[in-house]
C-alpha cells in the first residue's frame, strides 16, 4: 500500500495492491486499484463516515483451496472480506448501514478456467450470506479495471482496460498466484 497528495485535487490517493486492503474515515482520501481476474471490494458505512476497499486474488479461504501456497490469508477473499469489515467496523461502523460495490472478476486470460467468474461469485454470495447490502456491481467479461473509491461519499470512478492492456494485469497476477492458476469505457458510478 503507498499513498501519495495528487497535486491537481490536493486529495490523499492510497494505492491498494493484491492482497491489501485500506480503510479510513478520512474526508478527501480516495483508494485505487487495478483489477484482473481479481475482485476488490468497496464497502461503506455511509452514516458513520467511513469506509474501505479489499483486493482479494482468490475466492473462499485456505482450507478450501488446495492449490494454496504459502500463509498469505488476505489472497483468499473470505479472510480478506472478514478484515475489510472488522476494519470498518473499529472505526465505529455498523453492520446494518453497510453498503458495498464489487468490481473486477474479468476472465482477462481468457482461461477454461475462469477464476474471476469464482471471484465475482464468491464475493456476491459472501455479501448476501452476511446480509451486507449490494449497492453496485461491474464484473466479469473480458477487461482489467482501474478502479478510483471515494470512501466517504461512496463515489466511484472505473475505467475499463482494453485487451492488450489486460494481458498484462493478467501476467501481473500470475505472478503472484499458485501455480495451478494459470473497450475503454469510462463509468462514474454514484453512492
Do not use: W
Not at 38 to 44: E, K, T, Y
Not at 173 to 188: C, F, G, M, S
Amino acid at each position: 500500500m503507498r499513498s501519495y497528495v495528487d497535486p491537481r485535487t490536493g486529495n490523499t490517493i492510497t494505492t491498494i495492491f493484491q492482497s491489501e486492503y485500506h480503510v479510513t474515515a478520512a474526508p478527501g482520501e480516495v483508494i485505487s486499484t487495478i483489477l484482473g481476474s481479481c475482485i476488490a471490494v468497496c464497502l461503506r458505512d455511509p452514516e458513520a463516515g467511513v469506509g474501505g476497499m479489499n483486493h482479494f486474488l482468490l475466492p473462499g479461504d485456505m482450507t478450501t483451496n488446495a492449490d494454496a501456497v504459502g500463509g498469505q490469508a488476505m489472497r483468499f477473499g473470505c479472510f480478506s472480506m472478514e478484515q475489510l469489515v472488522n476494519g470498518l467496523l473499529s472505526f465505529g461502523g455498523r453492520r446494518e448501514c453497510l453498503e458495498a460495490k464489487v468490481f473486477g472478476g474479468g476472465n482477462v486470460s481468457q482461461a477454461s478456467l475462469d477464476i474471476g467468474k469464482r471471484n465475482a461469485e464468491f464475493a456476491i454470495d459472501f455479501l448476501r450470506r452476511e446480509r451486507l447490502k449490494l449497492a453496485a456491481s461491474d464484473v466479469g467479461g473480458y477487461c482489467a479495471r482501474r478502479l478510483k473509491y471515494d470512501p466517504i461519499g461512496g463515489r466511484v470512478k472505473l475505467k475499463r482496460v482494453d485487451m492488450e492492456h489486460s494481458v498484462e494485469v493478467f501476467a501481473q497476477e500470475k505472478r503472484v498466484k499458485p501455480e495451478a492458476l494459470k473497450q475503454n469505457d469510462d463509468i462514474e458510478l454514484f453512492g
